[in-house]
């Protein structure tokens, strides 16, 4: 198997830009979290919907710019997602959830193929479109 090096240097271009849009992550989000008007909550209720809006536009546009984005929210998300537990709930619950998520995440990594792969068969877009209708979901619970 023969690897075209214009190709394998655009799709590692590629990946560097989506890379470094988890860069300034962990600054924004020092910043955002302990401010008094954003806080943790807001905070991550902002980032589950422009996450959710970018990888909708991503899913249309397959832009690498846009999917550098997307990938920042996200990232966004998980980073916010930790402190804001271990504040929220005492070392019993949070074990328990933690626990039971893991469990999910399992089973969800069996069932994801059965899922996922027919999406992307019938509609590359698909997936990133349920991806951003449940962010949007995960931001209008917090």
């Known amino acids: 198997m023969h690897i075209s090096t214009s190709s394998s ?3 590692l ?15 924004v989000s020092l ?4 401010n008094i008007i954003f806080g943790r909550k807001r905070s991550l209720v902002i980032f ?5 809006i970018s990888h909708l536009l991503f899913s249309f546009t397959h832009s690498v710019i846009i999917g550098s984005i997307s990938n ?3 990232k966004n998300v998980f980073l916010i997602v930790d ?7 005492s070392t019993r619950i949070r ?16 069932v994801m ?7 992307d068969e019938w509609n590359r877009s698909s997936v990133y479109i349920l991806l951003s209708l449940l962010m949007l979901l995960e931001g209008l619970t917090v």
Request: charged residues 10%; hydrophobic residues 45%; aromatic residues 18%.
């Open 48 to 52: 589950n919907l422009f996450g959710s």
């Open 31 to 34: 910043f955002l979290v302990d």
């Open 95 to 110: 074990m328990k959830g933690y626990n039971f998520c893991a469990g999910l995440g399992k089973l969800g990594s069996v």
């Open 83 to 89: 402190p804001l537990t271990t504040e929220t709930y």
């Open 9 to 11: 240097h655009i799709n």
């Open 72 to 74: 920042f929210f996200m």
């Open 113 to 119: 193929p059965y899922i996922v792969f027919p999406l």
């Open 13 to 27: 271009h590629n990946y560097l830009i989506t890379v470094v849009g988890e860069i300034p992550c962990i600054f």
